[in-house]
């Protein structure tokens, strides 16, 4: 039995109390109050003299803390639930009246665009479906296509979970670098760049019968390029179906585009969610976020989980400091450090209040913690989940009741003009927070709290957010595009087509790197390049290695920086020893061969766990890199790269340089490091082996914005190097420096000298 309410918010410009000093204050106070007991609690209130209904409210807190009544009541209704078969579950989902409305449409129209609120069961019931009704004749597949490798994975598990078979027979996904697939599978996941990647090996995707783009609102770079490909393929099979599904209300656009198709429109379920805002501005949103989900666990009585919206973002501790009493650490995953936060915070409180679960969800999650967010909510517990905008609406979880939302994302961005690439945190649109919000209304009613005012959200959010093609490097799909044939870009067939100038800056940089040629055709390395799922300077560095006869060590190396996730962990109690641990592989060069050195002496020790362990080393980001390398050495073979090993480091780098020639920099006079080509200052990252040193020419991985332009993954160069890299790219006299040759007087002081 389901209710349906009308889909309308109820929006309140009603005040709550977020991260401002004074209730930071009360908090820690009654927090330690708490130790007390509740009977004492009152005189302690007393002497410290809070006020009257900082008092009531922090009695009430702990009265909570006890059992309660409605809890009791709730817990025998999620058991309950949870009794409920699965397939049960599948016929209460708002899709499932529309079944046969849905197999119907299908027969009759090749292209249907789907739209429905999120959690009707689009991603987990259509395909189903259709595989139910006979669409998988003569062992076709139905493929559907996730931005998100999270969401890939879960649902396939999910829908496996549904049709009573392993994961991977029938059920299965497709990620980056994990194929979890076979030849029995008829119901493929996957994500929207393996798809576009399917398409070098099989330009009509010939082995589907239907192919379903999900979550299409949400406007990746691969899905949109998806668009363009699955429109054209689409005229000369008429046999395929296309399916185009989205959650918000763009399905008119995506009409328009596919020739007017049909709009196939799955009306929502949604309870009331009531909007709080806060009464002024967050200076800090991250200390905000603490301190409301410690208020929703302690005063809201109504039982639920906690949805948070984080940005996924690296930061400076010191912002956190208040909570976590460790300084020395310059910067961390923000979900991490309010996960850390949150469990100091909880242990402090200890039994006096209801457990509270934190679990994180980001899109690098390891496949066995993310199995946790779908766990129900024991008894007695709170759940809360420190999510990135993954689950606004690629991923649905059950029972969450609360959602915080500070309003951020994190957002790649490309500047043409300077040629600068980074992630950086954004301000989220009124769309996006919209979303954010109806997480809270699924089950039931819900809240959310907003952590900014009414008024930026009326004008400062943006309405929609700006697709991804308008914004990022386009490189790696131009590189696709042409592997595919398609060499008249400019005319490609976009839903809303790049800005001109980065794609020229794309076919520059895919020139520079020798993957095209000056008439703008692929050229051989290109072709080659174009078989590794990487972006292209990694690429380009992968088969560098082959004249550089370093294959070994640069695969090493290009999986340790695609797994990007921590190598290291620094355990609090044991700070000086892990440091220490760290510094122990730590490679004169920089960070590149250090991570050829934490993964070779894993693999002197059969890649021991027990040594991970002992050398404060993240096991589970070596398992992955190991899989990712496993990958890569197969890619090898098929490019007729052979494995060679070599231990000289100036080759290593030199081919390292290859693949990143843009991404240098050089110390100027003034002992700042600029970009070599475009002159933008940038900086040493603090968890970089180099932090302490000045080399005075350096190729870094990637930049990171914090508090600055921060290059991560940074190694010394000599500035000869990027000449013979890329002739085409460096003029001699950008590279002239005082290391390369005679200089007048004065002008050869080492950096050192100079500060
Ligand atoms: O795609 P859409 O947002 O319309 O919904 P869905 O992802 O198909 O999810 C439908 C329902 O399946 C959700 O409401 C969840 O209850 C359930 N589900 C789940 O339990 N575990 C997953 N990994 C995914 C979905
Ligand atoms: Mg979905």
């Not at 780098?653 to 700042?672: I, M, P, Q, R, T």
């Amino acid at each position: 039995t389901t209710r349906t309410i009308p889909t309308a918010y109820v929006e309140e410009d009603q005040p709550m109390h977020g991260g401002d000093g004074a209730k930071w204050e009360q908090e820690q106070l009654m927090a330690s109050l708490m130790h007390y007991g509740a009977k004492d609690a009152k005189s302690k209130a007393d002497e410290f003299d809070l006020l009257m209904d900082e008092k009531i409210d922090f009695i009430q807190a702990l009265q909570m803390a006890g059992t309660n009544q409605d809890d009791q009541e709730q817990q025998v209704s999620l058991s309950e639930k949870r009794k409920m078969t699965i397939q049960e579950t599948r016929r209460t989902l708002p899709v499932y009246a529309f079944r046969e409305d849905f197999i119907k449409a299908v027969h009759e129209h090749q292209v249907l665009i789907i739209e429905g609120e999120t959690g009707s069961g689009k991603t987990t019931q259509l395909p189903q479906y259709l595989y139910e009704a006979g669409f998988c004749k003569d062992m076709k597949r139905i493929g559907c296509t996730q931005p998100r490798r999270v969401a890939a994975m879960s649902v396939a598990a999910r829908v496996s979970e549904e049709a009573g078979c392993k994961l991977g027979s029938t059920v299965g996904y497709s990620i980056r670098f994990e194929d979890c697939t076979s030849e029995k599978t008829l119901i493929k996941y996957m994500t929207d760049g393996m798809l576009l990647r399917e398409f070098l090996n099989e330009p009509d995707l010939a082995s589907y019968s239907v192919m379903m783009i999900d979550e299409a609102h949400e406007r990746t770079l691969h899905t949109d390029v998806l668009f363009g490909l699955v429109k054209d393929i689409a005229r000369f099979r008429p046999d395929l179906k296309l399916l185009i599904s989205s959650a918000t209300l763009d399905a008119e656009k995506f009409s328009t585009f596919f020739d007017d198709a049909p709009i196939f429109r799955i009306p929502g379920r949604r309870f009331p969610v009531d909007i709080y805002y806060t009464q002024a501005p967050e200076a800090d949103y991250l200390d905000a976020t603490i301190v409301t989900i410690m208020q929703i666990h302690l005063t809201q009585p109504m039982p639920g989980d906690i949805l948070v919206f984080l940005t996924g973002k690296f930061f400076s501790r010191v912002l956190l400091s208040k909570f976590i009493n460790d300084q020395k650490r310059e910067s961390q995953e923000e979900i991490e450090s309010v996960m850390e936060a949150l469990i100091e915070k909880t242990k402090m409180l200890g039994k006096k209040i209801k457990e509270l679960i934190v679990l994180p969800i980001y899109a690098n999650l390891p496949s066995d913690l993310q199995a946790k967010i779908f766990e129900p909510t024991p008894p007695n517990a709170r759940k809360v989940i420190l999510a990135t905008n993954i689950a606004e609406t690629s991923v649905t979880i059950d029972g969450i009741v609360y959602v915080i939302d500070p309003g951020f994302s994190k957002q790649n961005s490309f500047d043409a003009r300077s040629g600068v690439e980074h992630l950086h945190v954004v301000t989220i649109s009124k769309a996006a927070a919209n979303q954010r919000a109806g997480r809270a209304g699924r089950t039931g009613p819900g809240k959310c709290f907003r952590l900014y005012t009414a008024w930026a959200y009326k004008h400062e959010l943006e309405d929609q957010p700006i697709p991804e093609i308008q914004r990022t490097n386009l490189g790696n799909v131009v590189l696709m595009l042409k592997s595919l044939g398609i060499h008249d870009l400019v005319h490609f067939d976009f839903l809303d087509p790049p800005p001109q100038e980065t794609l020229v800056i794309a076919l520059e940089q895919l020139y520079a790197l020798g993957a095209l040629n000056h008439r703008g055709e692929l050229t051989k390395l290109g072709r080659r390049m174009a078989e590794f799922p990487c972006d292209p300077c990694m690429s380009k560095m992968i088969i560098a290695s082959e004249k550089y006869e370093c294959s070994e060590e640069i695969v090493t190396i290009a999986s340790m920086l695609s797994v990007n996730a921590a190598v290291f962990y620094r355990p609090k109690a044991m700070i000086i020893h892990a440091d220490s641990a760290r510094k122990g592989f730590w490679s004169q060069y920089g960070d590149h061969l250090t991570l050829l050195n934490v993964y070779n002496k894993w693999k002197e020790t059969n890649y021991s766990q027990q040594w991970c362990m002992e050398n404060f080393v993240q096991h589970r980001t070596m398992r992955r890199a190991y899989d990712v390398r496993e990958q890569l050495v197969g890619l090898l073979e098929r490019v007729e790269i052979e494995p060679k090993s070599s231990n000289n480091h100036i080759n290593i780098l030199k081919c390292v340089v290859s693949g990143y020639f843009y991404n240098c920099a050089k110390l100027d006079s003034g002992g700042h490091y600029k970009t070599v080509k475009h002159k933008h200052t940038v900086h040493i990252h603090p968890n970089s082996s180099l932090f302490e040193e000045t080399p005075r020419w350096l190729c870094y991985f990637e930049l990171v914005f914090t508090s600055k332009e921060f290059m991560r993954e940074i190694s010394t160069i000599e500035s000869q190097w990027l000449l013979e890299a890329a002739p085409h790219y460096y003029k001699g006299k950008e590279l002239e420096d005082s290391t390369n040759k005679k200089m007048p007087k004065g002008r050869g002081k080492s950096a050192k000298e100079l500060q």
